[in-house]
Every structure is written in C-alpha cells, then in structure tokens.
C-alpha cells in the first residue's frame, strides 16, 4: 500500500462533495489556494522622464481637450505597470496631464479622492477648488477633495504637466464599486472665494462657528470630514526639508521625511487612501527594509538608485517608480536628492494591518 498524501486525506466523499455544490459551498483548504488571486501582483517598475515627455507631447500635439469626448474631458497619459496592466498600481491611480495654453480641463466632481503635484506650473496656471483658484507653481500640490468641483485653467504661455493622483484602483479593482461622477454644467465653475481663502482656513487661528454636520450631500452624505481644498507650496515644503537638514538626524530608511498633513487636523494622512511624504537624502545610501504597503516615487531633483529586491531601478529628476508590497529597498542617491513618496499605507494602517520590517542580515 502506497503512503497517503495529505490531499488525500482530505479528499471528501462523493456524497459531501456534491452537497456542497448543490448547496453553493466550498472547503476552506481548497478556497484559500485561490485567495489574493484575484488582483495580479504588483511588480518593481520605472518610468523615465524622457519617454513620459515624449508620450504627453504626442498626445497634446494629436488632441485638443475640447475635442475629447464628452465626460471624462482630461488630457492624461496613464503610466501602466505590466504587470496589474490597468495603473501604476493596485491602490494608486497616477496619470501625466497637460493642459496648453488658453486651454481649460473642465469642471467636474467625483467620489475618488485627489490631487495635483505641479510638474511644469505658472502663476497663471490653476486649479479652480470649491471656488477658488489655487495657482499652480513647479512641486506644489494642490488637493481636490471628494465631491468638490474641480477645474483647470491655464491662461500662461506655456503647457503646463502635473500628477494626478487618486485612490481609483482602490475603489473600482480592490472593492470593485463604480465612483461617482458629475460635470459641471460649465466649463468653469465661477470663482467665488478670494485667493488664498481656503489656505487661511486652516492656519493658527480658525474660524469659531463649526457646524453639527459636515457631511457631503449628494451621493455621499456618509462621508464625513473630507480632506479640505489646499495648496500645498514647494517653497514653503523644500524650507523645512533643509531646516531638517541643517538640525536633525535622517531616518535610516527615507532620508529626512516630512508628511503631508491633513489640513484640518494638522495630522497625517492627507487622505484616508494615501499618504504624501517628501524625502530629502543626503547622506548616502539609506538602509534597508520592507512593509506591505506599496510606496511609488516621483523624483523631484536629483540622481540615485533604487534597490528593489534584485532589481536597481536607476532615476533621475522626473523619472516616477514603484516599490511594491513587501520588496526590500533601499535608496542610495548621488548626492543629494528630493522625492515625492505617495503611499497606500493609511489603508493598512486604518484595519491595523500595516507591518514593517529590515531583512534579517
Ligand atoms: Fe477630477
Ligand atoms: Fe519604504
């Protein structure tokens, strides 16, 4: 007599085996063989800057905004890691927009959460939020929160090119719900609050009136408390960095590291989906380590490399990459750099399952 395999001592009698079909069960050991399969794994990937201002420069010079079709009306070219084929990753959407001269991406509102980080910006560059316009300098980023109208004019003399970033593959592949959207019956919602209104909103001092319910109407009165419209500028960012810099010690991992805060709270994350950090580096190479939630870069000066597992993703200024879950990494600049981090971490970190380690050596 052959020796019995652990399969064959579960195998279940015939009679079992067709109760549970007819009854639309599964055993737990032959279901959990299919769990996490379902949402492809996410793997290292780069994209340079050069071959991304060669995509979006072909796609303005082929199509104007106003001739897009109704809806959807954005001018983006989406980068697609090969290996999820549908983003960059499974919980982050980032898209390359531009928007030329005289052109406006018109307005509209939607359930996802976003924002903007300024690649090529201008004074005369904005993104119109909930009645304001935010001017749009080079690194600043501007939040457009959940079901807030949002539009982008650019009335400068040059294209202008940010990141968009939003929670959508969170939401439409990993919870497999449709968002909600609307246009705005106009091009351009009208601009009603003075600049600088909603950055004032959430200083030192605030306003004393608060109101018993802070919902969003419409589709959404269950969500509460979205992130505020806020303009995040470089210059004020890239002053603490260096303020860091000249009286702190790094951390070991990412270099000296500021998190975007929720406005209103004072407090990370800026979103509930995600995290923004900046991370100067600029004292050789950090160590390493590891965690499960996926970390994508946008370069914002400077060269390095990124170790991840056995790959080394070289980058320069622009270039964007993706470290995914549970990838050892470090980072080892030349010289010094500054980097953009956005990170799906708060979603972890919300159920308690956010983990984080450094390899055994
Ligand atoms: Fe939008
Ligand atoms: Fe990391």
Not at 38 to 54: G, H, N, P, S, T
Not at 82 to 99: E, P, R, W
Not at 319 to 339: I, Q, R
């Amino acid at each position: 007599m052959g020796q019995q395999e652990p399969e064959d001592l579960l195998e279940l009698s015939p009679d079992t085996r067709t109760i549970l079909e007819e009854e639309g069960l599964r055993p737990l050991w032959e279901v959990e063989d299919d769990f996490g399969t379902v949402i492809d794994d996410l793997e290292a990937d780069i994209w340079k800057w050069d071959d991304i201002q060669r995509a979006i420069d072909a796609v303005e010079d082929d199509v104007p905004i106003a001739e897009l079709p109704p809806g959807f009306q954005r001018r983006v070219a989406v980068p697609i890691n090969t290996a999820i084929g549908n983003a960059i990753s499974n919980t982050i959407y980032v898209g390359v927009q531009t928007v030329s001269p005289g052109e406006t991406a018109p307005s509209h509102r939607h359930s996802a959460n976003a924002l903007r980080f300024t690649i090529d910006g201008a004074e005369e560059m904005k993104t119109v939020v909930a009645g304001e316009e935010f001017p749009m300098h080079d690194n600043d980023l501007v939040t457009t929160p959940q079901w807030e109208w949002h539009d982008h004019v650019n009335d400068s003399d040059q294209t202008c090119t940010w990141l968009d970033i939003l929670d959508l593959p969170l939401f439409l592949d990993s919870l497999n719900r449709s968002q909600a959207f609307e246009n705005h019956e106009l091009e351009r919602q009208p601009v009603v609050k003075s600049q600088g209104y909603w950055d004032s909103q959430y200083g030192r001092a605030r306003p004393v009136e608060t109101t018993d319910d802070d919902s969003i109407p419409g589709p959404f009165s269950g969500i509460r408390d979205p992130t505020p419209p806020y303009r995040f500028q470089w210059t004020d960012v890239e002053e603490t960095l260096h303020q860091r810099a000249a009286n702190d010690d790094p951390d070991r991992h990412d270099g000296y590291n500021l998190a975007y805060v929720n406005p209103e709270s004072g407090t990370p994350p800026l979103f509930p989906t995600m995290s923004f950090r900046a991370q100067l580096l600029s004292e050789g190479a950090t160590d390493s380590h590891f965690h499960n939630a996926t970390e994508i870069y946008f370069v914002i000066d400077g060269e390095g490399a990124t170790h991840v597992d056995d790959d080394v993703l070289e980058w320069n200024e622009r270039d964007l990459f993706v470290v995914p879950p549970d990838a050892v990494h470090h980072h080892d600049p030349d010289g010094e750099a500054t980097l953009l981090c956005l990170s799906d971490r708060p979603v972890f970190e919300a159920f308690n399952f956010y983990a984080e380690a450094e390899p055994s050596s």
